[in-house]
């Protein structure tokens, strides 16, 4: 058997034509013992029907045998040039022939060639990198959104069960009381300061 492992053929055909020669090696020598195990079976049925037949089934035996190896020698001689017909003929690939997946290595690439894909590489990454950045920082700012959401969602709720409450109590428009109320709060700022400011100047004369 040949030792060359032979790696392209066995990416083409999916296995070593090292091990299909193999089981085509086994399978042959299964079926010639076989047909030698039913010949004897034959000759031997054969003689119990000779009288005074000198031939026993150990001397069958032998020469079955005998016969057998007289054969595998001869197959073993054959399967040798055969091995060597497959291997370099048949299942063979010619060293100018790519496969499909190997085309993009037909055309050699230069130093220049090489550099720039280099560079577009490092490019790529740089790119990746930045969007990989971005993402993060969209996340993260849907996340701060959810989170106001959440306030503002809790600040409509508690000004409905104030417009509520005011109804409850006779207020037909929380709205309404509460622009009084800030505009009134303001007034009443306005006066404080007034009167601080009044304060101030009669303490100064």
């Known amino acids: 058997m040949s030792v060359d492992p032979m790696t392209y053929e066995a990416q083409f055909f999916g296995f070593t034509p090292q091990t299909c020669l193999l089981r085509i090696y086994i399978a042959f020598q299964d079926y010639l013992f076989e047909v030698m195990q039913a010949v004897e079976q034959v000759i031997l049925k054969k003689l119990d029907g000779i009288p005074d037949c000198d031939l026993s089934p150990v001397q069958i035996r032998k020469c079955t045998e005998t016969f057998l190896c007289f054969m595998k020698g001869r197959f073993d001689n054959l399967f040798s040039k055969m091995e060597q017909l497959f291997l370099q003929l048949i299942l063979r690939i010619p060293p100018n022939i790519l496969l499909p997946e190997d085309k993009c290595k037909e055309t050699p690439y230069s130093e220049e060639d090489f550099q720039h894909l280099q560079k577009e590489i490092e490019q790529l990454q740089e790119k990746y990198k930045t969007e990989l950045c ?72």
Do not use: M
């Open 134 to 205: 971005t993402k993060q920082a969209l996340l993260a700012e849907l996340e701060e959104q959810k989170i106001v959401q959440a306030r503002l969602k809790q600040t409509l709720t508690f000004f409905d069960e104030l417009q509520n409450a005011g109804r409850d109590h006779g207020t037909s428009d929380f709205r309404e009381s509460l622009v009084s109320l800030v505009h009134n709060s303001r007034k009443l700022q306005n006066i404080r300061d007034n009167v601080e400011k009044e304060s101030k100047r009669l303490k100064i004369s």
